[in-house]
């Protein structure tokens, strides 16, 4: 009767042993866990800038400063006609790039009248109509998602060489033809 006592008592060392065991290695995974979780989170907000810090800098008259070229659409004029060629240079890429679909033909339309109304507003550099282009087409994009074979972004960065190309400006070229 002892014997089975000693038995029946090892047995349950052995197995709080384990659950011991188990919740220490369980432990160390979550330190590390959150240890490498901290650190994806430091790594981005090292690279956000907080716009209070960026305003608070003061660069020097006689500092050089490399900074992006803005490309502006000050020598394209006629707004209705222009967003026109841009619609059907949209539609010809897509159609050439994949196949002749209807989808095209309306994101295409989406990105003229975003065009058009980014021009009647006085925004005259090609960011802010590739913005806007990227924002209305997102906004609608569940009427688009279903036919297309690209997103929003694909559009913009292609409306965004077009206009450079448009414009008379050295474009980076992401897309491999304008049409």
């Not at 800038?49 to 992006?68: E, F």
């Amino acid at each position: 009767r002892k014997l089975a006592f000693c038995e029946h008592f090892q047995h349950q060392t052995n197995c709080l042993h384990t659950v011991n065991f188990i919740l220490k290695i369980y432990k160390t995974m979550s330190r590390y866990l959150l240890i490498s979780l901290a650190l994806c989170c430091f790594a981005a907000v090292e690279a956000w800038v907080a716009p209070a810090i960026l305003k608070s800098r003061v660069i020097s008259s006689s500092s050089t400063l490399n900074a992006i070229e803005v490309v502006s659409l000050d020598s394209l004029e006629n707004h209705e006609e222009d967003g026109t060629l841009m619609a059907a240079s949209i539609v010809s890429w897509l159609d050439a790039e994949w196949m002749p679909q209807e989808v095209h033909v309306r994101m295409a339309a989406s990105a003229k009248s975003s065009y058009i109304t980014c021009r009647n507003n006085d925004e005259n550099d090609i960011m802010s109509v590739m913005m806007r282009i990227a924002d209305d087409l997102e906004k609608d994009w569940a009427d688009y998602d279903k036919d297309a074979f690209v997103n929003q972004w694909d559009i913009a960065n292609y409306v965004s060489d077009y206009l450079t190309k448009k414009a008379g400006s050295e474009s980076c070229d992401c897309s491999s033809e304008i049409y």
